[in-house]
């Protein structure tokens, strides 16, 4: 009688070491080349913007308007400072020698036009006037405003 072959082993192959090895050398070398191609991140110097200062004249700044209403509020440009009561004015002070500075880095002149109700107080003009002599501002015109031409 003949015997069969009964051995479970014979027909398998078994774990095979030798692709696994091949295997992980093939992604050692691809992750070898593509780090060679990554792209390093550098530090950028860079300086944010302030005031400039520039060799020629630049003409940027128009003509400045502070109106001064019959009630004694005084805007410049259409937007309102301190209280009518103050005759101090230290908002529109401080925004006339902000004004002042930009000008004179730009190189260019600061024009300032009042527009002075002819109802308003001679006391609150001269408040107006103080606050661009603090700001040294020179260049100033007056006018009466356009509604009473």
């Known amino acids: 009688m003949r015997r069969l072959n009964t ?3 014979d027909g398998s192959v078994g774990f095979q070491i030798a692709p696994m090895i091949d295997v992980v050398f093939v992604i050692m070398l691809f992750f070898m080349l593509m780090a060679g191609s990554v792209k ?3 530090e950028f110097n860079t300086k ?5 200062k520039t060799s020629a004249p630049t003409d940027f700044v128009d003509e400045q308007l502070i109106a001064i209403s019959a009630g004694g509020d005084v805007t410049l440009n259409d937007e309102p400072f301190d209280s009518p009561t103050n005759p101090d004015l230290p908002q529109l002070k401080g925004t006339l020698m902000r004004l002042k500075q930009a000008g004179d880095a730009a190189r260019s002149q600061v024009l300032v036009t009042i527009i002075s109700d002819p109802q308003a107080k001679y006391s609150r003009t001269i408040n107006v006037l103080d606050a661009l002599a603090v700001a040294k501002i020179g260049n100033v015109t007056f006018t009466i405003s356009e509604e009473d031409q």
Not at 48 to 52: R, S
């Open 40 to 42: 390093v991140e550098r």
């Open 7 to 9: 051995n479970v082993n």
């Open 48 to 52: 944010l913007p302030g005031i400039a």
